[in-house]
């Protein structure tokens, strides 16, 4: 059964694979078999590390307002992608427990593995930038003291995260708790469910 600092490696990994370049079209090279775990995690968490540097991007405060249209709705795309991406993640977990029959009362559980995953995978990168700014030499030292306070709390919360994850699985395995993937079905990307995709012209706020 896996193991969250397994993921969590894999997670780093691509975190630090993007960083060698640091350049948001840069060409994924991901290293593990195309059929495994690992495979999805590192192109989930690629998204994710490609999509914090255009959320950087956009915040610009003297984009280009083509450019920021262009960024926004590259966003868009990314978010669908991460969403997918989650969701095929769920599939493995779907398939990796179908044996798994819940005790009477087994309690369901809100959050799905790759859900956890996926904060997971976001939690990763807040600590290897909120790192960089602790070490920037253009900063004061009252802004690297602070980012290391916050530094502290997010490894707090990645051995809180570890556990939280170890334990879901364990009990998952068990029986004792369980899950239930529901599709996200959002909606603005979907030209049949966005009114202004399908032609209404407006949308209701």
Not at 100 to 121: C, F, H, K, Q
Not at 173 to 201: E, H, I, T, W
């Amino acid at each position: 059964m896996v193991q969250a600092n397994a993921c969590y490696a894999v997670f780093q990994r691509s975190v630090d694979d993007y960083h060698r370049f640091d350049n948001i079209d840069a060409a994924i090279q991901n290293p593990f078999p195309a059929d495994s775990l690992e495979h999805m995690l590192y192109a989930k968490n690629w998204i994710d590390t490609v999509q914090w540097h255009l959320e950087d991007l956009i915040r610009n405060p003297d984009i280009d307002p083509v450019e920021g249209m262009q960024l926004k709705r590259r966003i868009d795309t990314s978010n669908q992608k991460r969403t997918d991406m989650v969701e095929r993640i769920d599939d493995y977990f779907v398939q990796e427990f179908a044996g798994v029959i819940p005790v009477p009362g087994a309690r369901i559980n809100s959050e799905t593995p790759a859900w956890l995953l996926d904060r997971m995978s976001i939690l990763v990168l807040k600590i290897y930038h909120m790192d960089e700014q602790v070490h920037r030499t253009d900063a004061d030292e009252r802004h690297r003291q602070q980012c290391a306070a916050k530094l502290n709390i997010l490894m707090e919360q990645k051995e809180d995260m570890r556990q939280a994850f170890d334990e879901l699985l364990e009990d998952i395995s068990k029986g004792v708790r369980r899950f239930k993937v529901y599709r996200q079905m959002k909606m603005y990307n979907d030209a049949s469910l966005n009114p202004v995709l399908y032609g209404k012209g407006s949308s209701r706020g």
